[in-house]
């Protein structure tokens, strides 16, 4: 017996896949196609176990579909602009692409340890400028098509680091990187029109059927479409100067506009600011709610605050009746109209407010078995069903019927209409910043903005920039925003935002049919390929990522750049890899000096356990499991694991120890168990002997467990389930040796089948053991195996045998075993033999599952 060496078999086998080019997907190969992708990886420099567990993932189903026949489509690549680029170049003095080419050489090398079926041919980096270009060529479509456009914006602003933040880096109302105050500014921007296909997004999520159900809800609630009333609430008094018909109200509860106490203005409409001006005490109020982040979240969770403004306006229903209007600093300026009417008894933030302000509280939706002359409304806003009261000509309606009684008296009074709001807000685009794809617009004072020509694109990023202040490098360049007019000739400047970098990934995997293509989209190839069969990637990006890819994707088709309008036919989210924390002490902050786990060492003493630094000695606290991240420094490498146990250990544990869509916690006893069988299972593909004769007992046994395996295993992957598929193969690894005596050709069978059940976890392993049972090329070119219904079937039934209406004897067959079938084990059986001595069969009846009746004379 030879012990398995993964050090020695995993790089050969690497080396024939490499050799071979057996991973180069080709359409022209006549099989169908299947297309696995897992959400392109942040070049940072460094991948850990945790981040192979995606992969790995993807590379289980690419290599199980390329053994069912299909033809395989499994590219990578890298997701490569971005601010962390740009902080390197300030904290380190390099370059931004120098940090970000290095890292991907670094990656690429550590993504080949594991083993991937990666076609690397269709490599990507979207800062190279063969893929920002065509990138650039797809936004001058959407300008054309009036999809793209600027306006100005309500946006995040860091007054240190002089940009715009994503809502995601505003922590606690400050910029992620200075710590400054961040601040609500109106800034020029560039937008993508996203809202044009809220319809169609929203229809679309029916057919996505296999998407996760809570992934499609949170797209559904991020688009958000609300049914109700457009409605002018006309002045009770003078009114503001160019505002004279009235302020213009959104509302999805038109039923309950009796219980309005007040109307809420945005801080920024054009009502407040137009007050401002005269009113140095209200501008100031007005910059006060400036501070602190734009998005939806950080407004709801900032102190509300408000400012009466002295005007008021008629109640649509009661003219006799005035509602003062505010300004209020929890009222998004993008939602509606930017104007709310508050309605404090049945709307929490509204309550709040008024409770603050001291405003009226009047209920207007009865709960069930509620009294009307009692009920009130205390410190929690009512928001359950009912029927309306206090409301005029609505009360005694349930409210979806008071709805449409609202919206039909205000259409008779010409003073709203019916009509739908999304809470989808057009997708914002420019980011202040150097690395990132440039937008390809030239501003002329004459002509407007213009397009770049096509024959001029890329439009490249200079390199001869500098991080030795705040802002965007190429807003001062001293040349590259220079140029002249495309259309006039005149002195023009270019765009000198970037674009944010969801708009790389909007795309990339149409670029990866054909990443050499000089279209950006080879209308053919990704006919061909999309949509994406498998995609795999972690939920956070349930939202905004895949629906920028769902949007593009349309907004391309429409354009005829190719026919698939859903980008991602099956979507599944991986859960993360975790691994317990280790720190000593804490520094001047209250931050821990985090501890590699390489470096530490774990005793359990009387059921306790310690944690010791191995370098010095010094006693380490044990923290909380977390996901494997670098800032904690709770991270395994791959080189580690392949040091120590080699690629396929790793693997089979990331993938073993729990459901897949669930957190797996690593622990070195986990990893050392994966080994063992690693280990065990190479003994046995070890042990074979061709040539041992058959044990008609023991064969069928071994057989019947083989076939049972094969469609465990098989039904384990395509469900999904491989931390259930590879609980069968341990279970079967046991089987194996109990049945070492069988007769070679079943033993063959059962460890050639093995050998390819393991193959899609444990792929090196896997051809060294076909290559040890003399099987011919490469078991990832071999086909899956395939599993009789009849020996995989779980249980055996007994079926009576009768002789002559008498029964005899009995059998144990599978349930729904062909009746010929049966007929032919019974008419072997050797019991059965004996009591037909000397008998003649006239007969034989099987009724399926129940009995065998024997005629003989």
Same mark, same amino acid.
């Given at each position: ?6 050090k020695?078999v995993e ?7 490499e050799?071979?080019d057996t ?6 190969s006549g ?5 696995v992708l897992?959400?392109f ?8 176990m ?6 790995v993932?993807?590379?289980v ?5 390329r ?13 490569a602009?971005g ?6 170049a300030?904290?380190?003095g390099?370059?931004p ?12 090398d550590?993504l080949?340890?594991?083993g991937l ?15 920002y ?5 797809l936004?001058?479509k959407l300008?054309?098509r ?5 306006k ?8 240190v ?13 400050r910029?992620?990187r ?8 109106k800034l020029?921007?560039w ?10 997004l929203?229809?679309?999520?029916k057919? &996505?059927?296999?998407?996760p159900?809570?992934?499609r809800?949170?797209q559904?609630?991020?688009i ?14 003078e ?9 213009e109200?959104?509302?999805?509860r ?7 106490s ?6 920024d409409?054009?009502?407040?600011e137009?007050?401002?001006?005269d ?8 910059t006060?709610?400036?501070k602190?982040?734009?998005s ?8 509300k ?18 509602v003062?209007v ?17 309605c404090?008894?049945?709307?929490q933030?509204? &309550?709040?407010?008024a409770?603050?302000?001291? &405003?009226?509280?009047?209920p ?7 009294d009307?002359?009692?009920?009130e409304v ?9 029927v ?5 000509f609505?009360d ?7 709805k449409?009684?609202a919206?039909?008296r ?6 709203g209409?019916?009509a739908?709001?999304y ?9 202040q910043?150097y690395?990132g794809c440039?937008?390809?617009?030239i ?5 407007g ?5 096509h024959?001029q694109?890329?439009?490249?990023l ?5 991080f ?5 490098p190429?807003?001062?360049?001293p040349?590259?925003?220079h ?13 000198t935002?970037?674009l944010d970098?969801f708009?790389?990934?909007?795309w990339?995997f149409?670029?990866?049919?054909d990443p050499?293509a000089?279209?950006?989209?080879n ?13 795999i990637?972690?939920?956070e ?7 920028y890819?769902r949007f593009?994707?349309?907004?391309l ?14 979507l ?10 280790y720190?000593?002490?804490?520094d ?6 985090w ?14 356990r ?8 010094a ?15 709770n ?6 694991i ?8 790793g ?8 459901p ?12 050392e ?10 003994t ?8 041992a004769?058959?044990?008609?007992e023991r064969?069928?046994v ?21 931390n259930?598929a590879?609980a ?5 690894l ?5 049945h070492?005596g ?5 033993r ?12 899609p976890?444990?792929?090196?392993l ?12 490469m078991?990832v070119d071999a ?7 009849a ?5 055996l039934?007994?079926?009576?045998v009768?002789?002559?209406?008498k029964?005899?004897?009995e059998?144990?067959v599978p349930?729904?075993l ?8 019974v &008419? ?5 033999r ?6 003649t069969?006239?007969?034989v ?7 065998v009746n024997?005629?003989?004379g």
């Amino acid at each position: 017996m030879t012990r398995y060496d993964p050090k020695a078999v995993e790089p050969r086998h690497r080396a024939r896949w490499e050799a071979a080019d057996t991973f180069r997907a080709d359409s022209a190969s006549g099989k169908p196609k299947y297309y696995v992708l897992e959400m392109f990886p942040y070049p940072s420099g460094a991948i850990h176990m945790g981040h192979a567990r995606n992969y790995v993932m993807g590379d289980v189903v690419s290599r199980y579909k390329r053994a069912q026949g299909f033809e395989v489509l499994h590219p990578m690549g890298w997701d490569a602009f971005g601010m962390p680029a740009e902080n390197a170049a300030m904290e380190r003095g390099v370059h931004p692409a120098d940090w970000t080419w290095s890292n991907i050489a670094a990656m690429r090398d550590q993504l080949k340890l594991l083993g991937l079926s990666i076609d690397w041919s269709r490599e990507l980096a979207t800062c190279d400028p063969a893929y920002y270009g065509r990138q650039q060529a797809l936004f001058l479509k959407l300008f054309e098509r009036g999809l793209a456009y600027r306006k100005e914006s309500l946006v995040n602003w860091d007054p240190v680091d002089n940009t715009v933040l994503a809502n995601e880096q505003v922590i606690d109302g400050r910029g992620w990187r200075s710590g400054a105050m961040v601040e609500k500014r109106k800034l020029t921007q560039w937008f993508l029109r996203i809202t044009h296909y809220a319809d169609d997004l929203l229809e679309g999520l029916k057919t &996505l059927d296999r998407w996760p159900d809570k992934v499609r809800l949170m797209q559904e609630n991020w688009i958000g479409r609300s049914l109700g009333a457009r409605l002018t609430w006309r002045w009770a008094g003078e009114a503001p100067a160019g505002f004279e018909d009235g302020l213009e109200v959104y509302t999805t509860r038109p039923d309950t506009l009796s219980g309005a106490s007040f109307l809420g203005l945005a801080p920024d409409h054009p009502v407040a600011e137009l007050l401002a001006k005269d009113d140095p005490e209200l501008a100031a109020f007005l910059t006060e709610c400036r501070k602190g982040g734009a998005s939806q979240a950080e407004i709801e969770q900032a102190e509300k605050i408000g400012r009466d403004t002295g005007l008021r306006v008629q109640h649509p229903f009661d003219a006799d009746r005035a509602v003062p209007v505010w300004i209020a600093n929890f009222i998004l300026s993008d939602y509606g109209t930017g104007a709310i009417f508050g309605c404090p008894a049945h709307d929490q933030r509204d &309550l709040d407010f008024a409770r603050k302000y001291g &405003l009226p509280v009047p209920p207007v939706v009865l709960p069930p078995g509620a009294d009307p002359a009692t009920f009130e409304v205390g410190t929690e806003a009512y928001v359950g069903p009912g029927v309306i009261f206090n409301s005029d000509f609505l009360d005694g309606l349930e409210v979806e019927p008071a709805k449409a009684a609202a919206i039909a008296r205000l259409e008779a009074q010409g003073q709203g209409e019916g009509a739908t709001v999304y809470r989808l807000r057009d997708w914002g685009v420019s980011r202040q910043r150097y690395w990132g794809c440039p937008i390809p617009i030239i501003h002329c004072e004459a002509c407007g903005p213009v397009g770049v020509p096509h024959d001029q694109l890329p439009v490249e990023l200079p390199r001869d920039v500098t991080f030795d202040q705040p802002g965007n490098p190429l807003e001062r360049h001293p040349t590259w925003k220079h140029t002249a007019c495309p259309q006039c000739g005149g002195q023009a400047r270019r765009e000198t935002d970037t674009l944010d970098t969801f708009v790389d990934s909007s795309w990339y995997f149409a670029r990866f049919a054909d990443p050499h293509a000089d279209a950006p989209i080879n209308g053919a190839a990704a006919d061909f390929w999309l949509p994406v069969d498998q995609y795999i990637g972690g939920v956070e990006h349930a939202v905004l990522h895949l629906l920028y890819a769902r949007f593009i994707t349309r907004a391309l088709a429409d354009q005829g750049l190719m026919k698939v309008r859903e980008p991602f036919a099956g979507l599944f989210t991986q859960g993360m890899v975790v691994h317990e924390t280790y720190f000593e002490g804490r520094d001047e902050s209250g931050k821990p000096r985090w501890v590699e786990p390489a470096d530490v060492r774990i005793e359990t003493v009387d059921g306790k356990r310690s944690a010791t630094r191995v370098s010095t000695g010094a006693a380490l606290s044990i923290g909380d499991i977390e996901k494997m991240s670098k800032s904690k420094k709770n991270v395994v490498a791959p080189q580690e694991i392949v040091d120590a146990y080699g690629v396929d250990a790793g693997r089979l544990f990331v993938l073993s120890d729990s459901p897949p869509e669930r957190d797996v916690q690593w622990t070195p006893g986990g990893i050392e168990g994966a080994s063992r069988f690693v280990q065990r299972a190479w003994t046995e593909f070890d042990s074979f002997a061709p040539g041992a004769p058959a044990d008609p007992e023991r064969d069928i046994v071994l057989r019947r467990e083989t076939h049972k395996t094969i469609k465990a295993v098989t039904e384990g992957v395509e469900g999904f389930r491989f931390n259930s598929a590879i609980a069968r193969l341990y279970a079967f690894l046991p089987i194996l040796r109990q049945h070492a005596g069988a007769g070679g050709e079943a033993r063959l069978e059962a460890l050639s089948a093995f050998a390819r059940l393991i193959a899609p976890f444990v792929p090196h392993l896997a051809e060294e053991a076909w290559t040890r049972l003399g099987q011919p090329g490469m078991v990832v070119d071999a086909p899956w195996p395939s599993f009789d219904p009849a020996l995989a079937a779980d249980e055996l039934i007994t079926l009576p045998v009768q002789v002559n209406g008498k029964r005899r004897a009995e059998i144990q067959v599978p349930p729904g075993l062909d009746p010929a079938e049966v007929e032919t084990r019974v &008419l072997a059986d050797a019991e059965v033999r004996s009591k037909l001595e000397g008998l003649t069969i006239r007969k034989v009846v099987v009724v399926k599952d129940r009995i065998v009746n024997l005629v003989a004379g």
